[in-house]
Nanobody, 115 residues
Framework: QVQLVESGGGLVQAGGSLRLSCAASGSSLGINVMGWDRQAPGKQRELVATITKGGRTNYADSVKGRFTISRDNAKNTVDLQMNTLKPEDTAVYYC?????????WGKGTLVTVSS
């Protein structure tokens, strides 16, 4: 089992920045991919960004060039730096971890971008 705790959400004006952080409990053994998903009101959950243990990253087209994912393997943490935020980035953001092939998600943190 893995427990994930997100932090850093909040209200920001369009064009602003926020940094989300997520800490995974337990050993890092078996953890490969870490990432962030989001779900906007009335929409399906979508992948935002992922990062492998080796540092390879993948981003949704809608956030490329604005968001940066990073991780600290020793601390079992993954961060998402979000710049030039847009109202359409408003969503609940969920941290995700794949450990021994099983996916886990946190409870989410709300990001609201006002126009």
């Amino acid at each position: 089992q893995v427990q994930l705790v997100e932090s850093g959400g909040g209200l920001v004006q369009a064009g602003g920045s926020l940094r989300l952080s997520c800490a995974a409990s337990g050993s890092s053994l078996g953890i490969n991919v870490m990432g962030w998903d989001r779900q906007a009101p009335g929409k399906q959950r979508e992948l935002v960004a992922t990062i492998t243990k080796g540092g390879r990253t993948n981003y949704a087209d809608s956030v490329k060039g604005r968001f940066t994912i990073s991780r600290d393997n020793a601390k079992n943490t993954v961060d998402l730096q979000m710049n030039t935020l847009k109202p359409e980035d408003t969503a609940v953001y969920y941290c995700s971890v794949r450990k021994f092939g099983v996916d886990y998600w946190g409870k989410g943190t709300l990001v609201t971008v006002s126009s």
